[in-house]
DNA sequence: TACCATGTTGATTCATTTAGTCGACAATAT
DNA sequence: ATATTGTCGACTAAATGAATCAACATGGTA
């Protein structure tokens, strides 16, 4: 149950690509030194995103990429989907059909209830959102400077 | 973001498990025939769950594995946890220390935000729920046998 | 026009994880 | 004793993940 790099790295850059963003399009050699990704790499994270119509790219002298839709309606579920694919943790919540047990099985509606969890997180948080998150986390970092650095871990998750 | 065949089978024998027992532990084999699992692929799934102190086993004849506590009281999040590890999606929400941009990455509030999700539903589901869960599908299914047998398929996630 | 900066695509590599098998062994009932 | 069951570690094969690279396409700029 664990995200890939093309989840976690491609969701960085399309933030990273928000908060760069003014008019002209943000080169992807800057995102990926920023973000600290290979560029080669990075490339294939957003062959899905241009396909996906999230963001746009031109090539050549002053070329990057640049966001299609504004921030505000950019929700993060496409975007993990477009990275990741299905959000669905088994294929038979989404093809019923491939499972033998279809219809009969207890599990496949706890199943259905984690994607259904997973999916309202990502489908309530817009990319808009994660840039006001981001530029306040900074901001208040800026602010902190001197003193106990280390009280930002505030309360650390004994859950797994 | 997957579960692997770990979670997905592991679970299903831990359910064929409940729904079988009596006093007399259940030996691996009918599960994995039950279940259609390879027998010494299902040995590996069990051994972190006798781990666990969900359940134990029993050697030589007429051996088996039964459960250690009641139905009630094994929650689903501490199965999943045994047979899959951590359930947050990315490592560094368990261990903040491994990510450089620790305390400064919206990101990383989301992506606790689906544990918490996920662990909700886990942690609020019961080995006593899903048997009953069961139970109830398989009688129903019993009471269909005539007619329309696709009517079960009542309403598909257009979701992913 | 020539050239440089950029994105596009597909092939390829390498390491890790997943899924599964096998064999030797330990324990228990009959 | 012996048959039956679980335990454990080694092993293998296939899939996936994480990149890298080279060849190409395209758009600015001198």
Partial sequence: MKLSTRGRYGTRALLDLALHSDESPVPLKDIARRQQI????????????????????????????????????????????????????????IHPDICPRVGSCAMCDI?????KAICGVLEGTTLQELVERQRQKEASRNGETLGSEGAVRAEQPKDT
């Avoid at 090539?59 to 990741?84: C, D, F, M």
């Avoid at 199943?111 to 994607?115: F, K, Q, V």
């Fill in 111 to 115: 199943w259905d209830e984690i994607r």
């Fill in 38 to 93: 290979s560029l080669p790499y990075l490339e294939h994270l957003v062959t899905p995103l241009v396909a996906g119509e999230i963001i746009r790219s031109i090539r050549g002298a002053h070329g990057g990429i640049s966001l299609l839709k504004s921030p505000e309606k950019i929700r993060l579920s496409e975007v993990i989907r477009l990275l990741e694919g299905s959000i669905a943790p088994v294929e038979c919540v």
